[in-house]
T-cell receptor, first 111, second 113 residues
Framework: TQLLEQSPQFLSIQEGENLTVYCNSS?????LQWYRQEPGEGPVLLVT?????EVKKLKRLTFQFGDARKDSSLHITAAQPGDTGLYLC???????????FGEGTQLTVNP | NAGVMQNPRHLVRRRGQEARLRCSPM?????VYWYRQLPEEGLKFMVY????????ESGMPKERFSAEFPKEGPSILRIQQVVRGDSAAYFC???????????FGQGTRLTVV
């Protein structure tokens, strides 16, 4: 049973478009993290959200944690080819528990 | 501050040999995760350790796989008698106790021939 469901699984868009990636669960998480992974590399941490309803911005990326701490979204404004990669969400029930990953969203931004 | 270091980056083993994957956590980090990733798939949890203790090994196969994180030195993921199905990228991540953020190494790509 997959605890974290990411959608869409694949997304191919043109440069300049906006997009949103979703991470949903029926479980409550104490924190949720978003990572970006490029081919042949390890995941790179983008952001951690811990408070229900929290919104964090990282340049053109906006991350939101659901009020009930069961879901999260990543919105990218004016996507660029450099945004291409595998976006992964990961949640922990507590800070001392295992980190569970979603299956990822493979984003391709075409020039 | 050096990041999480994994070595080797690439490892080729013949069927039946042993594979040893090493992970040196970031300075000050006391906890290590190991994950396995197949091409175009997500990360599958294997084991979660702190120094000299296994916290959660529910994702680790019962046979041939073992992990340790000694008081001194790197964490080691050991795969005995490797089979072709063990071919994958293995990532480790480290974190401080009671902090959510985990930072990943660049992975070890194991190929079993």
């Amino acid at each position: 049973t997959q605890l974290l469901e990411q959608s869409p699984q694949f997304l191919s868009i043109q440069e300049g478009e906006n997009l949103t990636v979703y991470c949903n669960s029926s479980s409550v998480f104490s924190s949720l993290q978003w990572y970006r992974q490029e081919p042949g590399e390890g995941p790179v941490l983008l952001v951690t959200v811990v408070t229900g309803g929290e919104v964090k911005k990282l340049k053109r990326l906006t991350f939101q944690f659901g009020d009930a701490r069961k879901d999260s979204s990543l919105h990218i404004t004016a996507a660029q080819p450099g945004d291409t990669g595998l976006y992964l969400c990961a949640g922990g029930k507590t800070s001392g528990s295992r980190l569970t990953f979603g299956e990822g969203t493979q984003l391709t931004v075409n020039p | 501050n050096a990041g999480v270091m994994q070595n080797p980056r690439h490892l080729v083993r013949r069927r039946g040999q042993e594979a040893r994957l090493r992970c040196s956590p970031m300075k000050g980090h006391s906890h290590v995760y190991w994950y396995r990733q197949l091409p175009e798939e997500g990360l599958k949890f294997m084991v979660y350790l702190q120094k000299e203790n296994i916290i959660d090994e529910s994702g680790m196969p019962k046979e041939r796989f073992s992990a340790e994180f000694p008081k001194e030195g790197p964490s080691i993921l050991r795969i005995q008698q490797v089979v072709r199905g063990d071919s994958a990228a293995y990532f480790c991540a480290s974190k401080k106790q009671e902090v959510a953020e985990a930072f990943f190494g660049q992975g070890t790509r194991l190929t079993v021939v």
